[in-house]
């Protein structure tokens, strides 16, 4: 029987695992060093061709997803990826004779190449492609500029047709220089003009239920994603996606050059289907929604949710929210199938950078009113915002941090432009030289963009007082008196960062506010032992912090609007970040 062996590599870099940074998920292993949490999201693209190409074969495939792996691993004496993936897969007890290693953004690059490198060494005779965003968007750099020579063949977009086709040719070496959906090297050579092409499944009800028994669901189950949403803490989710495709245009988004842009979906009675077996042979909980534009169809979302709520799941939506989408009705029927937590892609909060830097078609007001909607319903809201777009000014992002505590979400994600290999931003930050090419290894921790109005220490600090000044200076609960659901957000902060002194600060405010005298004397203690260290003071000092929480009082700065056709204000200009 064949066997086919699929590889997840890290989804961050090395550096990132074994030097977390003040902004990222952390944990202690047993050799007492702090390495960077891992997402363990479950690799829905090799679930999906495995169940695909099980229709056509007698195959046999394994998976080994490395987000897994190392969050699992009790202590990590390597310094390189590709020793830590070649030990770990000699050991296996596996021999594969086709290898494919699916990775999705740039981040995972240096990991993606690794993992091809490692498998080639160890199974010289074995066929080793690559699939997902990677090779899709990058295969002329990885053959011509690298020159590869581990990578038999790269698959263009989505896999399951192109691996079906593999899988069933006799001469496979002919086939994958004669099939437009492969890459090869000797496709791309100099002189050679050679343009690939997607093999799209139109109808995806041709993809049978997903090869959900391919994951190690205990280990998987150790997600920070899921995590991080708090009504659904210590449960388990599985990930589905019921549509691909996203016909629109933003600027930082490079999922339509795997899945097109025009819209596929599975049919509502099919999803009905996976959801009920999710439940009844899976034991599932938790449900978490993967698709890239989810509220394409409105009246298809009223559906979905239908479903979960005669199910009686939990539901997450990780992405492919569109906040026009999201009126009044539609947030009530979240709330009615029992949704209690949403990420809103608010983005920006200058309309000129939402227009012309991301063009993502959203108008500032519906951020405001879908926000305080789902505060009004009991819905609490992650807020997603990207700063540091190439074209966008110090003025822009003046424009934007104020406009923004208009937004009354419950807590902001604040992330640097990370110019995804694929996406249009990192075509235009290329161009200008706005980047290097050690980019590809960049994700929205670090800011890694130069441009002529900023460079990526400016957006780092910037970056790093957004997050302290909206989620806790002038954090909503604060000023709606939600001290409960404040202390969600804080106590999430001091979980991933004990030594976080506004997180312990903030805390005690409200467990002041409860009357909670014995969680306040707590937190009060922890950020008096913080806050004695000098990254701790400056902050303190930067924001002129009452030195102790009983003496904090909330005051959010009068603070109109502010529209990009005007200056900003004096009276504004006196809370302007100094760098």
Known sequence: MEKLLFIVPMHITMDSFLNPGSNSRSYKKADGKNYNSLSTDLPLGPLSMSSYIKQFTNIEVKLVDYNVELNHVKDFPYTKFFDYCYDHLSKLDFDPTIIG?????????????????????????????????????????????????????????????????????????????????????????????????????????????????????????????????????????????????????????????????????????????????????????????????????KERVYDLLDIVGELGLGSLYQNGLTLYALDRPMLEAFYKAGVRHLVLPVESGSSKVLKEQMRKPLKFNISERVALDCRKLGIYTNT????????????????????????????????????????????????????????????????????????????????????????????????????????????????????????????????????DQKNYELSKKNFEIYSETKFWKDWINYFNLAKSPDQFEFKMPENPQISENSKISEQNRNTNISL
């Open 101 to 297: 290693v699916s990775s999705l953004f740039s981040p995972s690059f240096d990991n993606f190449m690794d993992c091809a490198k490692a498998s080639k060494k160890i199974w010289p005779n074995a066929l080793v492609i690559g699939g997902g965003n990677i090779p899709t968007n990058d295969y002329e750099y990885i053959y011509n500029k690298l020159n590869c020579d581990y990578f038999d063949a790269l698959c263009y977009g989505e896999g399951e047709k192109p691996l079906k086709d593999l899988l069933l040719t006799k001469d496979r070496e002919k086939y994958l220089e004669g099939s437009d959906s492969w890459i090869t090297k000797n496709k791309i050579g100099e002189g050679k003009f050679f343009m690939p092409k997607h093999d799209f499944i139109e109808d995806l009800d041709e993809i049978p239920f997903f090869d959900y028994d391919l994951c190690d669901i205990e280990k998987a189950s150790v997600n920070p994603n899921i995590t991080s949403f708090h009504n659904v803490a210590g449960e388990f989710g599985y990930h589905i996606m019921t549509s691909r495709g996203c016909p629109y245009l933003c600027t930082f988004c490079a999922s339509h050059k795997t899945h097109g842009r025009k819209m596929r979906y599975h049919s509502v009675e099919r999803v009905r289907e996976d959801l009920t077996r999710l439940k009844k042979f899976y034991g599932a909980k938790t449900v978490v929604f993967q698709d890239d534009h989810l509220m394409s169809s």
């Open 384 to 515: 997603n915002i990207i700063i540091g777009m190439p074209g966008e000014t110090k003025e822009d992002l003046e424009v934007s941090r104020l406009n923004l505590r208009k937004i009354k979400t419950n807590w902001f994600n604040i992330g640097c432009a990370s110019p995804l290999v694929g996406s249009e931003m990192h075509d235009i930050a290329q161009m200008n030289g706005y980047i290097t090419d050690e980019t590809r290894g960049s994700d929205y921790h670090v800011a890694t963009i130069k441009t002529k109005d900023f460079t990526p220490d400016y957006i780092q600090k910037f970056q790093y007082i957004m997050n302290l000044e909206l989620n806790f200076i002038f954090n909503s609960d604060l000023e709606f008196e939600t001290y409960e659901t404040g202390l969600i957000g804080f106590n999430n902060v001091t979980k991933i960062r004990p030594d976080h002194a506004f997180g312990h600060y903030f805390a005690a405010v409200c467990y002041k506010n409860l009357g």
